[in-house]
T-cell receptor, first 111, second 117 residues
């Protein structure tokens, strides 16, 4: 089970790009990297998932280096509504081992 | 997209009451659903894996006689907190994966806030 390490908190001004890095040194061959966003009193919401290199969707990009021991979630031009906790999960999506949440990163966007 | 619905969203009741929480996958089938608990300012803690047609698998330290899970159909799992006490007050969240395909992420419900007086 790959343990993840993320910064506890980050602050950013509106309109800036935010990069949140997650370390997962013991990631396994079959493991994928998945990021979720959680607002207070709501369930987590899927943001993006990837295996290697770069993945981009309409809300974020995910950068994964060749060794896959870390990953970076990139949020372009954040707004106040992006203030939330962001979780990085690592595991095999077809199995039962990517179900464990780490501490997450509390992002605060400042006007 | 895949939607998971939880009901009720909030429960306030007296100590000793049993509380049932429902988790439904609205537009997909889920042979497996997951139940989490989240205390204020903390991360989500996996409680159990709910398996359709069979017994749930509980994480270490979670009392199966206290947190009763039933997964009777491919779209519904229920969590019953038996004889709830104030220490059971928490935010309970369920999730499910879309069956078939590969690399499917979990889809989460919006949680149930349980407050035991």
């Amino acid at each position: 089970l790959a343990k993840t390490t993320q910064p506890i908190s980050m602050d950013s001004y509106e309109g800036q790009e935010v990069n949140i890095t997650c370390s997962h040194n013991n990631i396994a061959t079959n493991d994928y990297i998945t990021w979720y966003q959680q607002f207070p009193s709501q369930g987590p919401r899927f943001i993006i998932q990837g295996y290697k290199t770069k993945v981009t969707n309409e809300v974020a990009s995910l950068f994964i280096p060749a060794d896959r021991k870390s990953s970076t979630l990139s949020l372009p031009r954040v707004s106040l509504s992006d203030t939330a906790v962001y979780y990085c999960l690592v595991g095999d999506p077809t199995g039962a081992n990517n179900l464990f949440f780490g501490t997450g990163t509390r992002l605060t966007v400042i006007p | 997209g895949a939607v998971v619905s939880q009901h009720p969203s909030r429960v306030i009741c007296k100590s000793g009451t049993s509380v049932k929480i429902e988790c439904r996958s609205l537009d997909f089938q889920a042979t497996t659903m997951f139940w989490y608990r989240q205390f204020p300012k903390q991360s989500l803690m996996l409680m159990a894996t709910s398996n359709e047609g069979s017994k749930a698998t509980y994480e270490q330290g979670v009392e199966k006689d206290k947190f009763l899970i039933n997964h009777a159909s491919l779209t519904l799992s229920t969590l019953t907190v038996a004889s709830a006490h104030p220490e059971d007050s928490s935010f309970y969240i369920c999730s499910a994966r879309v069956q078939g395909g590969s690399n499917q992420p979990q889809h989460f419900g919006d949680g149930t806030r349980l407050s035991i007086l």
